[in-house]
């Protein structure tokens, strides 16, 4: 079911994780060694995502933004749920800047589920909801 050019149907959430664990190989990441790979599910379809570093440190992009945007650029606007992988011990939660991008194509955030992995196969997982309460969405803009 899976392949590596583009999107595919919705999947289960482990199926998700697979897909995030995939994507984990295709990260750029020669400064920080720090490996991320993520799947999206939006709209019913999977994106993938991986971190992609930059010699100018701060262009650096997280694999959930890469994931997400991958997806928006597809037409995909409604995110139902994610999965990242790395081989942080706890698996690492995604940063603030990513939360926020996530927050921007979930209409209901306590919906959408948050799950990370890691190598080892500890798993954590949360709703969008709990990771950024009370975030700022285009809702309060006139
Ligand atoms: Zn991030």
Request: aromatic share 6%; net charge negative; proline share 8%.
């Amino acid at each position: 079911m899976t392949t590596p050019d583009g999107p595919e149907t919705p999947e289960g959430g482990h199926a998700l994780e697979a897909r995030a664990a995939t994507a984990q190989r295709k990260a750029y990441a020669p400064y920080s060694k720090f490996r991320v790979g993520a799947a999206v599910q939006m709209s019913g379809q999977v994106f993938e995502g991986a971190n992609v570093e930059n010699a100018s440190y701060g262009l650096t992009i997280c694999a959930e933004r890469v994931a997400v945007f991958a997806a928006a650029l597809a037409g995909a606007h409604r995110l139902e749920a994610i999965a990242v992988c790395s081989d942080a011990s706890p698996p690492s939660s995604p940063c603030g800047a990513c939360r926020q991008v996530l927050l921007e194509f979930a209409p209901d955030p306590a919906a959408v589920t948050v799950t990370a992995i890691n190598s080892l196969g500890e798993r954590r997982a949360w709703t969008l909801a709990e990771l950024i309460p009370d975030g700022f969405s285009g809702r309060e803009l006139p």
